[in-house]
Structure formats: C-alpha cells, structure tokens
C-alpha cells in the first residue's frame, strides 16, 4: 500500500509543482486552509482506506462500495449536512444501494473468511470521504486545477515521509517495466488527471450528477475483476452488484 500511494502521490505532487510555483500568490489562503480536509476527503485519507481495504476485499467489492454507493452517500450526506432535499428518484436509488450494500455485506460475514467485512467497511468509509469531497468542491468553489493541486500536494507531504519510514524496499526491486506502468497509472492518470477531471465535472455538473457518472464503474469492474484478476464473483455478489447499479442510475437527475 505504501508503494501504491508514493506513486500516486508523490508523482502527481511533481506534475503540479510547476502550477503551485507560477500561481502561489494567486491561490487564497482559504484555498490552502480548505485543502486540508479536502486532502481527507479524496486524497491520502481516501485512497489509504481504498488501498488497504484492497488487502482484504477482493476488487469487485471496491468498487460496488466505494464508487458504486458515491451518489448515495451525495443524497444522504447532502441532505444531513448541507440541506439539501432529495427527488423522489434519488430516494429511491439511495434505497436501491442500500439494500445492493446490506446484501454484499450479509455474503461476506457468511463466507468464511470474516475478514472481507474490514475490508468492506473501508469501502463504505472511502466512498462516504469522497462524498463530502464532492460536496464541498461544489460548496466552497475552488476551482478544479487549484483543487487537484492542493489535495496532491498535501498528500504527497504526508506520503512521502510515511514510506521512507516504513516502506520495505519493494518498490526498488520491482522491474523497470512495471515501474514505469505504474508511475502511468498511478501517478500520471490517477494522481493527476482523474482528479483534475473529477473537479472539473463537479463544478459543471454539480454533485450529484458527477457522482452519478460511476453508475457503470460496479459492474464493469466485477468484470475487468474476472478477466484480470480470476475473481469469480459469486450469484449473490452478481445480484448486489446489479442492485447497486440500478441504484445509481435510478437517482441520476434528469438534465
């Protein structure tokens, strides 16, 4: 998990330093105030609970609970926190993830490896952080590269200093070739331009369209999951994966 973060973070850090570096007097001290619990919400916060949970929940899961639920944490949290009164639909889609989130929870504490219920609540954890950082992007209207920037910046302080102190020595006996993929991966398109594009929708769209753009993202990583990884989901996974998929379309606001 440590290597997985450095990448993401520690590289992306790099790729926004030049903008930092031109726009430091631009950027507002409420910005630079603001990105701390923003770095919680969809930063090193999020992405360790994502990344550990990882080590006891197979990656269908990540993705059912933690992006496939985003939109109804967005209804609930908006409503309790910020106000904001939900459709009828998006009631009825939040219902629908839910009952996707108890089935899949119910199918791992039966299944005999207990541990995948940690897992799973890391999930659910990640997904509720990364709601409110949905929320609030909107909320406080910081703009989408100024956002990024900050977040990563302020995770990749927290990161670096943690890997250097725990860090195992396996990043630098991996090979050149994967190195290289996951600096891509990691560090170019998560750390950089993922959450550039995620702000960037969240201030045209508004939260809960934004959030609702992952109603596809359950299902096709059970798939991807099973081509790449062997994970064969099970009937009862299958269904609350489904569920959850319905659920998020179903609250999707009409344009």
Sequence with gaps: PQDLMLLRFGVGALLFLPYLALHMRAIRREAWLRGIPLTLFQGAGMAALVI????????????????????????????????????????????????????????????????????????????????????????????????????????????????????????????LSELLWQVLWQGVLIGCIALVALNHAIARLGPERASALVALVPALSAVLGLLFLGEIPSGVEIAAILTISAGVSARTPAS
Excluded: E, K
């Design 52 to 175: 550990c949970g990882l080590q006891f929940a197979p990656a269908n899961h990540a993705a059912a609970l933690g992006p496939g639920v985003a939109p109804a944490w967005v209804a609930l949290l908006g409503f309790l926190v910020f106000s904001r009164r939900p459709s009828p639909r998006m009631i009825v889609g939040a219902a629908l993830c839910t009952i996707g989130v108890i089935t899949l929870a119910a199918w791992s504490a039966s299944g005999p490896d207990r541990s995948v219920l940690a897992g799973d609540a890391m999930f659910l954890a990640a997904s509720a952080l990364g709601a409110l950082y949905v929320l609030q992007m909107r909320n406080w209207g910081i703009s989408a590269l100024q956002g990024a920037a900050i977040v990563t910046l302020y995770s990749a302080l927290v990161v670096v200093p943690w890997h250097l102190w725990s860090a195992s020595g396996a990043l630098r006996q991996a090979a």
